[in-house]
Antibody, heavy 120, light 109 residues
Framework: EVQLVESGGGVVQPGGSLRLSCAASGFTFDDYAMHWVRQAPGKGLEWVSLISGDGGSTYYADSVKGRFTISRDNSKNSLYLQMNSLRTEDTALYYC?????????????WGQGTLVTVSS | SYELTQPPSVSVSPGQTARITCSGDALPKKYAYWYQQKSGQAPVLVIYEDSKRPSGIPERFSGSSSGTMATLTISGAQVEDEADYYCYSTDSSGNHRGVFGGGTKLTVL
């Protein structure tokens, strides 16, 4: 059974940093690209970032490019999102999601999310 | 930046057919994906690659795409199908960036 468990969310001041983690199990982790998707309170879904299965290719939404870094440790079956220079508009529930196939097909299975609140 | 456009809301009576549209300039070249999100829950994939249904998704859910519009159809909508629905795709520039539509609230009553 596929399981994705996000952690690392919390309250941080504007300009601060936070590192999110996503622990994966139930599938061959390095066979799949992984996504981060966020959802601000009461708002729609926003795609944030994608990393290839081998970690060699990364892609970002314009809204986070230059501030967020996606990475993965395939030996630990873990996905990460390093978030720097946080802004109040980054407040959201952050989901990690397994790609549908090996490449960039789109988010398939989703975790339950971890909440990030950026506030002074 | 690339955008996908959905109607904010769709309302049907139980047993009727619900159709939710998603328009985007790159849809003739890129697949559309559809997600269902019930209140307080994580999204669930209901259609991928325009028209394929994942295992476990009821047959009443179907998808199609023509030109710049993709459509999610729920044939014989049930009360439990009431949820927010989002389309997803990527733009055609080759930058691999994903984009979600704004979401459609489906009311079944």
């Amino acid at each position: 059974e596929v399981q994705l468990v996000e952690s690392g969310g919390g309250v941080v001041q504007p300009g601060g940093s936070l590192r999110l983690s996503c622990a994966a199990s139930g599938f061959t982790f390095d066979d799949y690209a992984m996504h981060w998707v966020r959802q601000a309170p009461g708002k729609g879904l926003e795609w944030v970032s994608l990393i290839s299965g081998d970690g060699g290719s990364t892609y970002y939404a314009d809204s986070v490019k230059g501030r967020f870094t996606i990475s993965r440790d395939n030996s630990k079956n873990s996905l990460y999102l390093q978030m720097n220079s946080l802004r109040t508009e980054d407040t959201a529930l952050y989901y990690c999601a397994k790609d549908i196939s090996g490449g960039n097909s789109g988010p398939g299975y989703w975790g339950q999310g971890t909440l990030v609140t950026v506030s002074s | 930046s690339y955008e996908l456009t959905q109607p904010p809301s769709v309302s049907v009576s139980p047993g009727q057919t619900a159709r939710i549209t998603c328009s985007g300039d790159a849809l003739p070249k890129k697949y559309a994906y559809w997600y269902q999100q019930k209140s307080g829950q994580a999204p669930v994939l209901v259609i991928y690659e325009d028209s394929k249904r994942p295992s476990g998704i009821p047959e009443r859910f179907s998808g199609s795409s023509s030109g710049t519009m993709a459509t999610l159809t729920i044939s014989g909508a049930q009360v439990e199908d009431e949820a927010d629905y989002y389309c997803y795709s990527t733009d055609s520039s080759g930058n691999h960036r994903g984009v979600f539509g704004g979401g459609t609230k489906l009311t079944v009553l």
